[in-house]
């Protein structure tokens, strides 16, 4: 099987995946929990930390095409919930908690937020929750635990994190952010990041029940503003963020 690898260097001291631990999260993901994940993910052939870094040599999906049918995706993110629900935690307890490293992402948000707040681009709706948001980052991040029981989640779930085969199956890559949360945690960075909102409702029957999503968007917020803040005021890209923010938060104008 030819494999492809990934290789990453130790993290800056005191950065977001240094505090996570990110890269050594995903070796131990491959070497512990993809035997028994439950949905596809990429066949690993090699998993080594090391005193430089990390080095995974994985199944290649190159030939996969990247993202997936929402729905589907939806329905992947359901079975690998459901299987590790109130589980996961205590299996492996190395797992990142909810509200790791909350401090760090908000003092992130508070200094990208001037800059965003005065893009010619930004509706006024989400200018006013962004800014309500500055400052609240740590217990945006820490109401979280109330949406619902832990289990296994990817915690980047979005669009450009699964793999689709030529014959249609699906596969979950990217395994860096992997934590003991809510599944709504899942569902909620899978529409904000990669669904049109015109397919939220959809999306959302795919998965099953989603509850308490307006708990965990606040959040899920603050890592698409974060997202918008890397994109040209105005570009294509802006305005899809746009519109799937909006949408966002609308609905929790409407709670």
């Known amino acids: 099987m030819q494999g492809f690898v990934k290789r990453r260097g130790l993290p800056e001291p005191g950065t977001i995946p240094d505090v996570l631990d990110m890269f050594r999260a995903e070796v131990r993901f491959y070497r512990d929990i993809a035997p028994v994940v439950g ?4 066949a690993c052939l090699h998993a080594e930390v090391t005193p430089d870094g990390t080095t995974l040599i994985l199944e290649d999906l190159s030939s ?3 993202g997936a049918d929402p729905m589907a995706h939806a329905q992947m993110l359901s079975r690998l919930h459901e299987r590790w629900a109130g589980q996961a935690a205590g299996r492996w307890p190395w797992l990142r908690p909810v509200g ?4 760090l992402v908000g003092e992130l948000y508070d200094a990208t937020w001037p800059a965003l707040s005065i893009r010619a ?8 929750l962004g800014a309500r948001l500055v400052g ?3 217990s945006a991040e820490q109401d979280v635990a109330s949406a619902g029981p832990l289990t296994l989640v990817h915690g980047d779930a979005s669009a450009h994190n699964v793999r689709t085969s030529p014959d249609g199956e699906l596969a979950l890559v990217d395994w860096e952010d992997v934590s003991a949360a809510p599944g709504v945690v899942d569902v909620a960075w899978l529409l904000l990041s990669s669904v049109d909102p015109s397919q939220w409702a959809a ?7 989603v509850t308490n999503l307006s708990a965990v968007l606040p959040a899920a917020l603050v890592q698409g503003l ?3 803040s ?11 963020w746009i519109g799937r923010l909006t949408a966002a938060e609308q609905l929790l104008t409407a709670v």
């Open 121 to 128: 681009d930004l509706p006024a709706g989400l200018c006013t």
């Open 64 to 66: 996969w095409r990247p």
């Open 136 to 138: 609240r980052v740590p």
């Open 226 to 228: 974060l997202s918008l």
């Open 39 to 42: 949905v596809r993910v990429p």
């Open 100 to 103: 790791a490293a909350a401090d």
């Open 203 to 209: 999306v959302t029957a795919a998965y099953g029940p």
């Open 230 to 240: 890397d994109t040209a005021d105005g570009s294509p890209e802006a305005a899809e």
